[in-house]
């Protein structure tokens, strides 16, 4: 088992609170379980929380947002393959399998009395929390870029507003204009997907007559994942179109001027049309008011169960975790969603425990039914998250190959959104 | 459910004791021959354990709650409905289809990346289960 490192102060206050009143003893009716966060790891644990506890837990789900995007798949949006309605999604029938939705921002936390504030002053007790918050920006991270400068440099990392702005921008840019992109460093969301959207966007810009355009990528890493299948991929169906250049060759990002749509690095200037900055990341803020993160700003967590080391009594799912040697995924956070459902049942219920395992894949779009994929099996270790089985597409593979894999990703959508939100 | 479960796993116990029964029968019925026939039995048993990777797993019976725990990992895919949208549907089938199935993925006599790679992590006892809880999903 992981070693729980609390601070000693926060530890005491949580060891006299759990003492003076046990769960089951507090609980006087059902246990309450509430969830922050309906994506894919929020959104899934409390569904089979309600369904697999056969109403013996009180599940409450707590998100902004009445309808909920997903980042997975948003890219194929911007590259013409989806429209934008098919990437939304409600809550109805989440609530008719048993969850309480309440759509409100959590804003504060109070881990000894176990209450959490609504942005709107309401309350909710609860016996456990499970965190799924995402992802937040970190806007510093990039020099001359800001919340207010994500309106003209769109991110489109957090699927919504901001990736129809980018979608529109990228509409606009005419033959010969360039994109730029700034790509995250590690650890962040989708570790495909700065790469997936090159590859939308260069076939936007092929397909429209528009091959006079250029996608700069200046990565703030010096590689990335699937890059070879990637890179095969721009050479063969976008050739001359993108130009990637990893943080060896720029070196730093100086600075990022979305008015002239300019970013200076030590490499030289490149200037874009449009920009797209993706910044470095940190787990939902949300976290951080609980607790629960690290100096880093991501919660670490027991590999055996994804209960946070920090808060006996919280679980984080998804990007928010440091879920070891998984990525961060939609797909991992459905899978540790999982796991934690389990072990709260087991906690809260007396429902049988079993072994921790999890598992991973994320399918990317190079071009027209030219898909790929990698994926992995973990198991818990001492340390940590461990991949103990993997693959990753072949570069050379035929076309037939691909379009399965292609197809398969769009089986794999309309799954994991009928295991997220219900069928 | 859980009947309907158990009536259906009794009846693949029957065929497999029923093909047993007879076999026994004919050994009995040959005396001279019998421990000879008795000695073939055992080594075609063994041969046959060998060549056919998945008698163990059918020999088990599944832990239905381990099969339930174990296959919300095949649901994120494969649509509990039994909806097939690009990616086939699992649920309703006879466990030992269902086995047999698993076992092509795992001994790579059936190619697939993502189902090579999840069958590599299963034992016996995890697919036997697998297979126990699946059947109890009813497309709909």
Redesign the interface.
């Known amino acids: 088992m992981t070693t729980f490192t609390i601070n000693r102060r926060r530890f005491a206050a949580l060891g006299a609170a759990a003492l003076a009143a046990p769960t089951i003893a507090r609980a006087q009716t059902r246990p309450k379980v509430v969830v922050i966060g309906g994506g894919a790891g929020g959104a899934t644990c409390a569904r089979?929380l309600a369904k697999?506890s056969g109403g013996q837990i009180d599940v409450t789900l707590v998100e902004t947002n009445p309808i909920y995007a997903t980042c997975f798949f948003s890219n194929l949006y911007i590259g013409g393959f989806h429209d934008w309605e098919g990437l939304n999604h409600g809550y109805e029938k989440l609530s008719g399998a048993g969850v309480r939705v309440v759509i409100a921002t959590a804003t504060g936390i109070d881990p000894v009395k176990r209450v959490v504030t609504l942005g709107d002053g309401k309350t909710l007790d609860y016996d456990r929390l499970v965190l799924s918050p995402g992802i937040d920006m970190i806007w510093d991270s990039v020099p001359g870029y800001s919340e207010a400068a994500a309106e003209i440099a769109p991110h489109a990392y957090k699927a919504g507003p901001q990736t129809r702005l980018l979608k529109a921008k990228l509409d606009a840019v005419e033959d010969g204009q360039n994109v730029v992109m700034i790509a995250p460093p590690n650890p962040y969301r989708c570790p495909p997907g700065p790469y997936e959207r090159v590859s939308m966007i260069a076939h936007q810009l092929k397909s429209t007559g528009r091959t006079k355009s250029k996608i700069f990528v200046l990565d703030r890493k010096d590689r990335f994942s699937k890059q070879a299948l990637f890179q095969e991929g721009w050479d063969k169906h976008y050739p001359g179109m993108v130009e990637w250049y990893g943080s060896d060759i720029i070196g730093e990002i100086e600075n990022v001027d979305p008015a002239t749509g300019t970013v200076t690095t030590g490499f030289g200037d490149y200037q874009g049309a449009l920009v797209n900055v993706i910044p470095a990341q940190r787990a939902g803020v949300i976290a951080q008011i609980a607790g629960v993160t690290n100096e880093a700003g991501w919660a670490p967590v027991d590999p055996n169960s994804m209960r946070s080391t920090i808060d006996w009594n919280v679980f984080v799912l998804g990007d928010a975790s440091i879920a070891g040697d998984m990525p961060k995924s939609g797909?991992s956070a459905?899978?540790q969603a999982?796991v934690a459902a389990?072990t709260l049942r087991h906690d809260l219920t007396g429902a049988?425990a079993?072994p921790a395992?999890y598992?991973n894949?994320c399918w990317s779009l190079i071009a027209p039914e030219d898909g790929v994929?990698i994926?992995?099996?973990y198991?818990p270790t001492e340390e940590k998250i461990a991949s103990?089985?993997?693959?990753v597409?072949e570069t050379g593979e035929d076309a037939a190959t691909r379009k399965q894999t292609y197809?398969?990703?769009?089986?794999?959508y309309?799954?994991?959104v009928?295991?997220m939100f219900g069928? | 459910v859980h009947d309907r479960l158990r009536a259906r796993a009794g009846r693949d116990r029957d065929a497999r004791d029923g093909a047993g029964r007879d076999a026994r029968g004919r050994g009995r019925r040959d005396g001279r021959h019998r421990l000879t026939a008795a000695a073939i039995l055992l080594v075609l048993a063994a041969g046959a354990a060998e060549a056919d990777p998945a008698s163990v797993a059918l020999s088990l019976q599944g832990d239905l709650a381990y099969g339930e725990y174990l296959a919300t990992e095949c649901l994120t895919c494969h649509q509990a409905s039994g909806k097939a949208e690009g990616i086939p549907a699992i649920v309703g089938w006879e466990p030992e289809f269902l086995i047999r199935t698993l076992f092509e993925y795992k001994t790579g006599a059936r190619d697939h990346q993502v189902m090579r790679m999840a069958t590599s992590v299963l034992g016996d006892i995890e697919i036997a289960s697998l297979a126990v809880y699946l059947a109890t999903l009813e497309p709909h």
């Open positions: 089979y697999d797909f459905n899978s999982k389990m049988r079993f395992r598992a894949t994929k994926g992995a099996q198991q103990v089985s993997s693959f597409s197809e398969e990703s769009l089986g794999w309309a799954g994991i009928a295991d069928a």
